[in-house]
């Protein structure tokens, strides 16, 4: 069961890490064009909402009321650790690059990242790997491209 409480913090990290900091700095970029409030979002969401995750996994563990003690503190530091490294991944573009380089570096990172996690869970489970990826791909790029509008309608109403 200790593998179990790993794989759903990871899993649950992983996505929420990457689906979460992509939707911000997308909406954030198209609101703002600000490298250091996108930094700032990074930071916030690899922090506060690692937290907040970790926490959502540790309550909802419990209340399955079919875990031990060990398994639910493991699920809950697999969550936050893995939300709070691959959000900080996100950082490193919006170091190196121009900020619409940036972002298109972290949007191809972020979906081949999750391509790659969704393509490995579907063959152990020995699922059709293009309905799991096309799944996963399609959520993703809702969530970005809705954070996109949302930043820009921000913009024009109070920029």
Known sequence: ML???????FSFGLTSGIITTL???VGLNAGTHSKLAIIGGILTIAIADAFSDALGIHI???????HTHKEIWTATA?????????ALTFTIPVLLFELPMAISVS??????????FSYGM????????????GEHLIITLAVIILAY?????ISSVFG
């Open 107 to 116: 949007v191809a990172w972020g979906l081949t990242a999750l391509c790659i």
């Open 3 to 9: 593998k179990h409480s790993l794989r759903v913090g």
């Open 149 to 153: 509008y949302v930043g820009r309608w």
């Open 122 to 133: 579907a063959k152990e489970q020995k699922q059709s790997s293009w309905k799991v990826v």
């Open 23 to 25: 939707g911000l700095m």
């Open 78 to 86: 697999a969550t936050f650790f893995s939300k709070f490294i691959f």
């Open 60 to 66: 909802s563990e419990e209340s399955e009321n079919r």
